[in-house]
């Protein structure tokens, strides 16, 4: 039994289907959802204890205040009992109405500790026990003569008093350190739960950005490949039409050739043995051997018209000039509809595959004029500047459909009409540019006009050679 694997490429598979993509994206949204709740109650709680925190150091800050009063108090009261001083007395009043106010302000801020208000309580008693000693020793002749065994039982007294003071306030004091410490406690481990929360939410996201930069990745690498090979197929298509262009032209030389070679001498020898015969005849049969001869001229003269239509023999004896004004000439004979020729003089050859492009364009151009256009005019118009040749073919028709103009810009139109055209231009580094309206079309080529210099090939030759015995035919 074979055990299959998963590879690292089915894994990367796995990970990229888009069912797993979208729950990643909902898990990743939940995670971050509830992190964040939990961070949130984190700090509130965090705060909370915060603020108990702050509470504990103002009872402590209580705590030394009323000290400090109680240490002023009996400073006062000793000063006064020496210097009789009476800023003194009144300094010692004051002092003990501000350690009551603030035993009272302790009360309040350990509302919610039970022993701890029991303490203060018995500590205010004594409080209130010491502070009435100290005022009798500030009232003249109240706490008795100097040295007197009344003055030191009351400040003997008043001793004992102070003494279990600060023991209380010692025991209230450790019970709030002791406090204080689990409050500090609890807000240390709250912040480390909240650093541990953030590092947390942290790696979450980095790792859902990780994982959408690889996937962003993915498809832009998709992206890439699959523009790539649209490049190839489009250099591939292109390639193919321009090939089929270029048949295109071979199989029209050689049909003009074997039209005009074979047919065409058929033909017109059969008018020469026609009119041998017609020579010595009756009448009747000189009308009826006529009527043979004429059509024989005709169809001489329509295989002729078909030959040059295919490939004109001028376009590659005299150039583009002369093959489009005599294609232009013959076009306007055919279709009675008129065509106003303006071309610049060109001083030197151009490129064979610009003239047979340019032939071509203008061939295809008034064929759509005289099958779809019902146009009354036509203005063409050749010329060469800036190192550029333009042909522009204008007509008043009723111009080209939309949709079938967008197909066509589009590169979806049927046939290899203009769109081949375009195709065959575009392959030559030019471009055709169409617009069409209700008021017409325009067709506008353009290449480069430098010069080549060029050799008759064969092919060119054989025409040329027929093309020069049917005008001497």
């Known amino acids: 039994m074979t055990v299959h694997r998963p590879t690292l490429s089915s894994w990367k598979a796995f990970l990229s289907r888009p069912s797993l993509r979208l729950a990643s994206l909902v898990f990743g949204f939940l995670a971050i959802l509830a992190i964040g709740t939990f961070a949130y109650r984190t700090e509130y709680r965090a705060a909370d204890t915060r603020n108990w925190v702050i509470h504990s150091y103002t009872i402590h800050d209580k705590l030394s205040e009323l000290e400090i009063e109680l240490g002023q108090a009996r400073s006062n009261a000793f000063a006064y009992l020496e210097l009789q001083v009476p800023s003194d007395a009144k300094a010692v009043r004051t002092h003990t109405a501000r350690a009551l106010e603030v035993s009272a302000e302790l009360q309040q801020l350990m509302a919610d500790q039970p022993r701890q208000q029991e303490r203060i309580r018995a500590m205010e008693t004594l409080l209130r026990n010491y502070f009435a000693a100290l005022e009798s020793c ?4 109240s706490c008795g003569l100097p040295d007197s065994p009344e003055r030191r039982a009351i400040l003997e007294d008043a001793g004992n008093d102070r003494d279990r003071i600060h023991a209380a306030l010692a025991e209230i004091r450790t019970q709030e350190d002791t406090l204080l410490q689990r409050r500090l406690a609890a807000w240390d481990q709250l912040y480390h739960r909240n650093i ?7 790696a979450a996201a980095l790792l859902l950005l990780l994982n959408n930069f690889r996937l962003q990745h993915a498809e832009i690498r998709k992206s890439r490949e699959l523009e790539s090979a649209q490049r190839e197929n489009a250099e591939s298509f292109r390639a193919l039409s321009a090939r089929i262009l270029e048949l295109q032209d071979v199989e029209r030389r050689k049909i003009a050739r074997e039209l005009h070679d074979s047919v065409g001498q058929y033909l017109a020898a059969l008018k020469m043995n026609l009119s041998q015969m017609a020579s010595g005849r009756k009448r009747q049969d ?3 051997f006529a009527d043979t001869i004429e059509l ?3 169809a001489i003269a329509e295989v002729r018209t078909i030959s040059h239509l295919l490939h004109p023999p001028l376009l590659d004896e005299l150039g583009l000039q002369s093959a489009a004004s005599w294609y232009v000439e013959q076009f306007s004979k055919r279709s009675g509809i008129p065509v106003q ?13 610009s003239e047979l492009a340019l032939f071509r364009v203008l061939q295809e151009s008034l064929t759509n004029v005289y099958r779809h256009t019902k146009a009354t005019r036509v ?13 522009v073919v204008r007509d008043n028709g009723q111009g080209i ?3 079938v103009l967008s197909r066509m810009k589009a590169g979806r139109a049927a046939g290899i009409g203009l769109a081949g055209m375009s195709e065959r231009i575009s392959d030559l580094g030019g471009s055709l540019l169409v617009e069409s309206h209700s008021g017409g079309t325009a067709i506008r080529a353009t290449l480069s006009c430098e010069p080549q210099a060029q050799e008759p090939s064969s092919e060119s030759a054989a025409v040329s050679s027929s093309a020069a015995s049917s005008r001497s035919a």
């Open 138 to 141: 500030v009232r003249p002749q």
């Open 196 to 202: 541990v929360i953030f590092g947390l939410a942290f």
């Open 286 to 288: 000189v009308a009826a």
């Open 296 to 298: 024989a001229d005709r």
């Open 341 to 353: 020729l303006a071309f610049e003089e060109i001083t030197e050859r151009l490129p064979k595959e």
């Open 379 to 391: 203005d063409v118009h050749l010329s060469c500047q800036n190192g550029r040749v333009m042909l």
């Open 401 to 403: 459909p939309p949709a």
